[in-house]
């Protein structure tokens, strides 16, 4: 144990020349979905689906993060210190994203309805139902209400992880006492953006369409993908020999645990979304899910009514599924690769009304978002530890076992 408390991984070099060559890999993937983006010549309408499609995959996993980490402290939780760090860094990524993001927020100011329709004032007038939400569905309000949530998310993020790092230097325990007695504050933060940011970014959409636990919805999908991500960093700084001394099996059983937890949680939330819209039976709720019910949208949604709970809850209900690594590592690539599914039904289906289509636009947006946010993750990854070596609760950590 006392070569895991002084053990101080850092990426170093290496960790150097793969940021770099996954920010080349980025720019090269970005400028080639503009291209294809250009030669759809439909004035970059489809190519704006692909890009918020890309941003919401990654902006998910640092959201999962940033609650993963106040929990933490909320709930002083001894056992995670030791992966504390690594959502720490996720979490404080949110800047990268809110750059990227940045380009639709802009298009919509400057009137460009080719991803949310209400931008078009005449359009908007015209549907009575719409009407009624001319106050909110307004291009500046809703680039001021961007600005709230992303400044929220990057503020939080960043006081999370310099806090964290002050502490690594610190004599005693004011950091991290301090960390504990505001988490409470910000996790309704974090709650309140996150909720009304899945409303404007995704249900906006169709603005004529409504869930009131749409944002709960998203919230879960996000927490999930962030604990499939975790165990798939880990494991991947493990295979370098980063980490090895620290992370153990009892880590990721827990890990585990939280996966199975939101994979069913996010079930849940998705059937009484449905349900309770079938039953109510109601024209301007029932059109979103009649679309998805239709050719080969009706397939993804059965893909992800079997690839999204029904194997991995099977796969991951056993207490050995969690505890051997190749098998819970399986399952964390499965549910990113469904999460993605899930973010693709939920976005592409406003401009592919024939079907799902999948084009290489919308891998080439995928790969340069992710490669330009790992560049953002091992920059802020060079500057610390990759655990909180003076943690008051790193003994326990590190000691830690499942009952």
Known sequence: MSASLHEQPRLG?????????????????????????????????????????????????????????????????????????????????????????????????????????????????????????????????????????????????????????????????????????????????????????AFDLLMTLDPAWYSTIFGVYFFAGSVMAFFAAMIVLLRLLQANRMLDKSVNVEHYHDLGKFLFAFVFFWSYIAFSQYMLIWYADLPEETAWFQQRQHGSWAVVSLVLLAGHFVLPFAGLLSRHAKRRLWLLSFWAVWLLCMHAVDLFWLVMPSVEHQGALVRPMDAACLVGVGGIWLFGLTRLAAKAALIPVNDPRLPQSLAFENL
Not at 73 to 87: I, K, M, N, Y
């Open 13 to 197: 070099a290496r960790g150097a020349r793969f940021g770099y060559l996954a920010l080349a890999l980025g720019v090269i993937a970005v400028l080639a979905g503009l291209y294809l983006g250009r030669a759809q010549d439909d004035g970059f309408r489809r190519f704006q689906h692909a890009w918020l499609f890309a941003c919401l995959f990654f902006l998910s996993l640092s959201l999962g993060a940033l609650f993963f980490v106040i929990i933490q402290h909320l709930t002083r939780a001894a056992w995670s210190v030791v992966v504390r760090r690594v959502a720490e860094l996720l979490a404080a990524n949110t800047p990268i994203v809110a750059l990227l993001f940045a380009p639709l927020v802009i298009l919509a100011l400057r009137g460009d309805s080719g991803l949310y329709p209400w931008v078009d004032a005449q359009a908007l007038a015209a549907d009575p139902l719409l009407d009624g939400k001319a106050v909110f569905l307004e291009p500046r309000f809703f680039g001021l209400r961007c600005l709230v949530y992303f400044g929220a998310w990057a503020l939080l993020g960043r006081w999370l992880l310099q806090r964290s790092l002050e502490q690594d230097g610190a004599s005693d325990a004011a950091a991290t006492l301090k960390l504990e007695r505001r988490s409470a504050v910000a996790l309704i933060a974090f709650a309140l953006s996150a909720n009304f940011a």
